[in-house]
């Protein structure tokens, strides 16, 4: 059974580390990237979209002087450069993009915030006994892939009055120092990390925020 | 999992990785010379990004290789513990009081160590340029936080292992561990060496050894940090530079 666990403030470090954000023109990629640059890291933004990123990127130094935040318009070249790569990527791009990027990301934290649906939102694109994350781990057998969603409303991050400290965020991966960085990483943006267990463990997840976000819209 | 690679059959591009693997062991290829068509069939077939591929690891394989001889499918199987990073100019790769957890490898432009002292001034202990390893191997080896900072005095590209892929791989690989030894050893000797020239020799000569062993240093590392490598101010170096010329 997957056991829930809060995770104690870890020490910060020093080295600055490098999040390449693949889909950083998407709500929720931008949005993320908005808030991990206000931490002690080097964010690289990439999407198919060069000139939406480039705009997103001025905002975030405009909000932010001090950020260490870059366009880079190849999803290798900045993955190349990153130490943690966030996927926010649709689950019909996600073939694509894992080989694209397959050459550079060995062994490096790769984290999928995506939510297999389809247009339809209670259809989901995967079987439920393969997950998408796990056909990612499966794609990139040599990195530490780590499933993160919000909870429960992923749609809110954007809007005003929504009180960000409130939002958990779920972490599912096979590698316990990867889920532990990513929990930082959680952390650091603002946000409340619940590790949930491994990557099998996972699988439900993208099953109950669905339904939230069906029930999000319905409301 | 990770032994059933060995037997896996490498993809296109593990062909060229191969073949490029085997031309290294025999010395034909120049890595640098590489970017500008040692591989002219596999440039015209293949995309920037498959070269740029086999560029990422062409320099650390060229150099395992040299040491110890690999097959392409243990070539295959380590590269998947490795890690490729490219580290912009001053941006760091390990700053002071956190663990050092990997060895970087450098396969193209110049790292250095340095020990920043309270009032500011910075000692470098270190510079690695192309085919050099670099690490605080004491934080390494004990998880104790580093006392020294490494950053990237030239846009760079690394190949890292960490602590853990490297441990894994010491247990899988014994041609990784006679790697390790060996570039271990040498590095040893390097600091050896560094140590008795600094105690015995005078400052001209000390100068003179390094142009004479690192050409490629003196050229590409700014003057105030060789200064600082060799414990000096800048103004007793440029000193030292003009009497070794005017002495020629």
Redesign the interface.
């Known amino acids: 059974m997957p056991s829930s666990s809060f995770v104690s403030q870890a020490k910060e470090?020093?080295?600055?580390q490098v999040v390449a954000v693949v889909g950083a023109s998407e709500r929720i990629g931008s949005a993320m990237a908005t808030a991990i640059s206000k931490g002690n890291y080097?964010v690289l933004l990439q999407s198919e979209n060069f000139e939406k990123v480039q705009y997103i990127v001025n905002e975030i130094r405009r909000d932010s002087p001090g950020s260490d935040v870059e366009a880079v318009p190849y999803a290798?070249e900045a993955c190349?450069?990153a130490?943690i790569i966030i996927l926010a990527i649709s689950y019909a791009k996600q073939r694509k993009v894992a080989e694209?990027i397959s050459?550079?990301v060995?062994?490096?934290i790769v984290i999928s915030i995506a939510i297999p649906v389809s247009d339809a939102p209670t259809v989901l694109l995967t079987s439920p006994y393969f997950s998408a994350v796990e056909e990612l781990q499966a794609m990139l057998?040599?990195s530490k892939v780590i499933k993160v969603l919000s909870c429960p409303f992923t749609n809110g991050l954007n809007e005003p009055g929504m009180d960000a400290q409130r939002l958990d965020f779920l972490i599912a991966g096979n590698d316990e120092?990867a889920r532990q960085s990513v929990c930082d990483l959680v952390k650091d943006a603002g946000f409340n990390p619940v590790i949930v267990g491994n990557l099998a463990a996972g699988r439900t997840l993208p099953t109950i925020t669905s339904l939230l976000h069906t029930g999000n819209k319905n409301n | 999992m990770r032994q059933q690679q060995w037997h896996k059959a490498p993809d296109i591009r593990g062909f060229f990785i191969f073949e490029a693997g085997v031309s290294a062991k025999m010395g034909k290829v120049d890595e640098r010379a590489g970017r500008n068509g040692t591989f002219p069939r596999l440039m015209s077939f293949h995309s920037g990004f498959v070269t740029n591929f086999i560029m990422m690891y062409s320099l650390y394989f060229q150099t395992f290789n040299t040491k110890v001889a690999l097959t392409g499918e243990e070539q295959e199987v380590i590269k998947h513990y490795l890690t490729v990073k490219k580290l912009r100019r001053k941006q760091y790769l390990l700053q002071e009081e956190d663990v050092c957890k990997m060895v970087a490898f450098v396969e193209k432009g110049a790292l250095r160590s340095y020990k920043l002292n309270e009032d500011g001034s910075e000692h470098i202990v270190q510079f690695a340029l192309e085919g050099a390893f670099m690490t605080d191997l004491y934080s390494f080896l004990t998880n104790e936080p580093s006392i020294y900072n490494i950053d990237a005095i030239e846009d760079s590209e690394l190949v890292l292992i960490t602590k853990s892929a490297s441990d894994e791989l010491r247990m899988l690989s014994p041609k990784y561990q006679e790697f390790i030894f060996q570039a271990t050893s040498e590095a040893y000797i390097q600091l050896e060496r560094r140590i008795t020239y600094t105690i015995s020799l005078s400052l001209d000569e000390r100068y003179k050894q390094l142009v004479a062993n690192y050409p490629d240093i003196i050229q590409r590392v700014p003057q105030h940090m060789i200064a600082s490598y060799m414990g000096l101010t800048p103004e007793t170096l440029s000193r030292v530079r003009k009497r070794i010329s005017f002495n020629k």
């Not at chain 1, 470090?13 to 600055?16: G, L, P, R, S």
């Open positions: 470090m020093n080295t600055k080097r290798m190349w450069e130490d694209e050459q550079v060995n062994q490096k057998p040599h120092h």
